[in-house]
């Protein structure tokens, strides 16, 4: 499977995580690292070249910060911009059908505020409904998210294991190692390549 991630931190000299597991994705064989603030600041996307890259790989991975109960504000100019009508959806559009899709996310708040009763009313899968809604009408196959919660408590231990697991999911998607199914049945892909109890920021 060839991954592409589509990354997007508007100030990664300011990140804490993020910026590790941007490392850990960089040694990964097979996975194309794309920085979407380093090559559009003017928000000014070649939605060709876009296109060109999406043809070639199998996965798709936004990986950003939470912001305000979604993603950084290019990836959505890059949605407006690259998935086009006739292209990406739409009677003829069917460029991405059959590939994978889904959000690498780090969230400030603890894993127990994304719950109903919790803090935040509503579940980080709840949220992602425009994505999985938009990848579906787009052909593709939603996986589940790999999220990173409670960053704002994290030790720098807790973050280099947390990029660790990344990395150990980032090897398996690419070798081929989960089913469809497989990743479809959890709730978060980070299920897959699980960590101690220990670290889980409940
Ligand atoms: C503008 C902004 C908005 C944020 N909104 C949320 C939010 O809605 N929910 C949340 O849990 N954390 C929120 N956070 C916290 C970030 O998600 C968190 O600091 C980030 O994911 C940590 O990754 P980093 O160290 O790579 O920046 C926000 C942070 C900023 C700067």
């Keep these: 499977m060839k991954v592409l991630i589509l990354?997007?931190?508007?100030?990664?000299?300011?990140?804490?995580v993020q910026r590790h597991l941007y490392k850990a994705a960089q040694q990964v064989k097979d996975v194309t690292l794309h920085n979407l603030y380093q090559l559009y600041p003017d928000f000014d996307i070649d939605i060709k070249a876009e296109q060109a890259l999406l043809a070639v790989h199998d996965v798709i991975i936004w990986q950003h910060p939470w912001y305000w109960y979604s993603a950084p504000p290019i990836v959505k100019q890059w949605q407006d911009l690259v998935l086009e009508h006739g292209w990406a959806y739409g009677s003829m559009g069917k460029q991405l059908l059959g590939k994978w899709a889904m959000n690498v996310i780090t969230t400030g708040g603890p894993q127990t505020a994304y719950t109903v009763g919790g803090h935040n009313r509503y579940t980080i899968q709840q949220f992602l409904i425009p994505f999985?809604?938009?990848?579906?009408?787009?052909?593709?196959?939603?996986?589940?998210?790999?999220?990173?919660h409670g960053t704002h408590k994290m030790s720098e231990a807790d973050i280099s294991i947390c990029a660790l697991q990344y990395q150990e999911f980032l090897l398996g998607l690419s070798a081929g190692r989960f089913t469809l199914d497989e990743l479809?049945?959890?709730?978060?892909?980070n299920d897959l390549v699980p960590i101690p109890n220990s670290i889980q920021n409940t």
Aim: hydrophobic share 40%; glycine share 0%.
């Design 132 to 148: 999985e809604q938009t990848t579906r009408l787009c052909n593709m196959q939603y996986l589940p998210p790999f999220v990173i």
């Design 184 to 189: 479809q049945a959890c709730s978060y892909s």
């Design 7 to 16: 990354f997007a931190h508007p100030a990664i000299a300011a990140s804490r």
